[in-house]
């Protein structure tokens, strides 16, 4: 089945405890993205991989790296999380950008940090 | 001007009912625009693309208006199962991202 999926899907943690969101999908996309969600403010994009090794920061990277060394995999990193990254966390990925290429999403990570 | 503006609601309208969702771009150089279709905090789900010529699936039509920078979805027919929050989505001009809005939520009731 095609499909993104993202783990943990819930996750309470700490300030200042680093941790990392993956996501992975089976699709042999070229493009992945990542998303949060806060109420609203609706979808912001935080960063964005056209391939391997090429990644670039979106409306909200502040707090966030990420990293792109296969295809299927573009993990999301939080070094030092803080409470306003509290938030509900998307990956996308799509062939490409164009109008035909329709971005699929992981079912999404519900992270809270103390 | 917000990049994509919605009308929240919520809508709530009988089975059966035709509704029409509005929706303003600011980036006239965008060139894809979309609905998805948003259940309960899940992931986003397309809808449909839109198109310049307008496109239509079913009970589901969407408009492009480039010169008003205006997109718009009608639903017809409405069914329970149509309750959702509906997000109107455009690119930005490279293409490296969505844009979306901020959603408007509709609840159909039997």
């Known amino acids: 089945e095609a499909q993104v999926t993202q783990n943990p899907r819930y996750l309470i943690t700490v300030t200042g405890k680093k941790l990392t969101v993956t996501c992975s999908q089976n699709m042999n996309h070229e493009y992945m993205s990542w998303y949060r969600q806060d109420p609203g403010l609706g979808l912001r994009q935080i960063y964005y991989?056209?391939?391997?090794?090429?990644?670039d920061k979106g409306d909200v990277p502040e707090g966030y790296k990420v990293s792109r060394k296969e295809k299927r995999n573009f993990p999301l990193i939080l070094e030092s999380p803080s409470p306003n990254q509290t938030s509900l966390y998307f990956c996308a990925s799509s062939l490409g950008t164009s109008s035909y290429n329709e971005q699929f999403f992981g079912p999404g990570t519900r992270l809270t940090v103390l | 001007r917000k990049e994509v503006e919605q009308d929240p609601g919520p809508f709530n309208v009988p089975e059966g009912a035709t509704v029409a969702f509005n929706c303003t771009y600011s980036?006239?150089?965008?060139?894809?625009f979309f609905w998805y279709r948003q259940d309960c905090r899940k992931e986003p789900k397309l809808l449909m693309s839109v198109y310049s010529s307008g496109n239509e699936d079913g009970r589901f039509t969407a408009q492009l208006n480039r010169a008003s920078q205006y997109i718009s979805l009608l639903i017809r027919d409405s069914k329970l199962s149509d309750s959702a929050t509906y997000l109107c989505v455009v690119s930005n001009q490279a293409g490296t991202a969505l844009i979306f809005g901020k959603g408007t939520t509709l609840s159909v009731s039997s």
């Open positions: 980036n006239s150089a965008s060139q894809s």
């Open positions: 991989s056209m391939n391997v090794e090429v990644t």
